[in-house]
C-alpha cells in the first residue's frame, strides 16, 4: 500500500489553463463556432464612452451566465462560485486562476437594470442568425407547445384579486361577422359595447410575484408559475418563446407570438401543435395566412349515454341541423360567441322515444350550438387525413417535447428564482439561447 508522505496543498506551480481544457469540451465547441464579439455591436448603446469607472467587460457578463443555464446552476452566487474553481469556466472566460472573476451583484444588476428585453431578445436573435448562416435551422415544419415553470412564490401568500378578462385580438373582427350574419337572418345586430365596463374575474393573485398565475392540472400539485409557449423546428432549435403567467391558456398565448414568429421565418409551411391549440381562431388564423395546421383528433364534448355531439349533422343548403331521429332543428340566433344556436320543435321532441339519450331539458328542446368559423375546424380534420400529416405530428415527442426535458432536467428550468414577468422572460430567453449554442456546437462539431 503506497503512502502519501509529502502534503502538496500549498505547493506552487505554473501551468498553462489551455493545456488542463480538454480538447473535446464542450466550451471549446462553442468558443469555436462563435464569435462573442458580436455582443459589443448589441450593447453598445448601453455604455457611456467617455465618463464612469471601467466597466466589467459585457462579454465576460453574458458568457457568465451562459455557463449558468448551460449547465444547469441555480443562482447567479452559485455560477460565480463554481467559476472560481472550474480551469474551463475561467478558460472560457479569458480568465486566468490569478484573476478576480466578477462578483455575482454585478452581473444580477446588469442583467436586471441595464439590459434590457429587447437586449437580450437581439442576443437571441444573434444567435440563431449564426445557427441559420450555417444552414442548420429547417424552419418548414414548426412544432408549438407550452411548459410550466414553478415560480418563486409561496401559495400561502396570496389574495383574492378582482382582475379584467384578457380582451382576444380577433375579438372585433369576430363580433363583425357575427353582426353580419345576424343581419342576414334578420336579427338585430349587438350594439357596441365599448362604453359598457370591461369583463372581471376573480384570480388568486400572490403577494410575492403578482406576475405569476396559479396552475394546477391533473396529478401536477397547485402552484403559482409561469409558462413559456415555445416554437421549435424539426432539428431541436428553439426558434421563439412568449412568457405569460401559469393561468394564460394556450390557445390564448398563440395569439401572442404568431404573427411575429412567421415575420422572422416566411418559409414556415406546418405548424404542429397539440389539442390545447384546436379552437376555431387558431384554425382560421393559421389557414389564413397560408400555413398548414397540424394538430391531433380531439373527442368531442359529450356525456356517456346521450348522443354525440358528431351525430348532430349540420346541412349547410337549408341551414339546419339534423339530429340523429331525422328532426330539423332550425336556426334560432347568432350568440356574442360566435355560435349558431339551432333549436328543434319541443312538441316533435316531446314525443321522441330517444328524449332521454338528447337533452334534459324542461321544455323538450334540444340545443345545438356550431361555431361560425366551424368550416376551419373541418378543414383541419380533413388535413389530419393527409399522407405524412400523422408522422409529422407524431415528431412532437423528438422535437418540443425534448426540448423541454431537456430543459428541465439538464438546464435548471423546472423552477426559477427570479421575480416579475420581464425578468422571467429574459432569463427563460438566455437558457434557450444557451440551448441553442450547445447543439449547434455539438453538430458543427
Known sequence: MLKQEMENRSQMEFFCVDEFVPQDHLLRKIDKVVDFSHIYDLVEELYCPDNGRPSCDPVVLFKMVII?????????????????????????????????????????????????????????????????????????????????????????????????????KYEQQLMEEINEERKDHGKKPFLDDDNDPPKTKIVNESTTDPDCGVFHKGDHKKQFAYEAHTACDKNGYILDVEVTAGNVHDSVAFELYYDRLIKEFPQIEYIVMDAGYKTPAIARKVLESNRIPVLPYKRPNGKDGYFRPYEYVYDEFYDCVICPENQVLKYSTTNRDGYREFKSCSQICEQCPNLARCTQSKSHQKTVLKHIWMDYMELVEDIRYTVGIRQLYDKRKETIERCFADAKEKHGMRYTLVRSLSQVAKWVRLKFAAMNLKKYALHAA
Do not use: C
Open 68 to 168: 449558468q443555464h448551460l449547465y444547469g446552476i441555480p443562482s447567479l452566487r452559485r455560477t460565480v462560485e463554481e467559476i472560481h474553481m472550474n480551469v474551463a469556466y475561467r478558460w472560457f472566460l479569458g480568465y486566468t486562476m490569478a484573476e478576480k472573476i466578477p462578483h455575482f451583484a454585478t452581473i444580477s444588476y446588469n442583467f436586471k437594470h441595464r439590459f434590457t428585453e429587447q437586449t437580450i431578445e437581439d442576443v437571441f436573435r444573434w444567435v440563431l442568425d449564426e445557427i441559420a448562416a450555417h444552414n442548420m435551422l429547417s424552419p418548414e415544419a414548426v412544432f408549438i407547445d407550452g411548459t410550466h415553470i414553478k415560480a418563486s412564490a409561496n401559495m400561502k401568500k396570496r389574495i383574492r384579486k378582482e382582475v379584467p378578462v384578457a380582451a382576444k
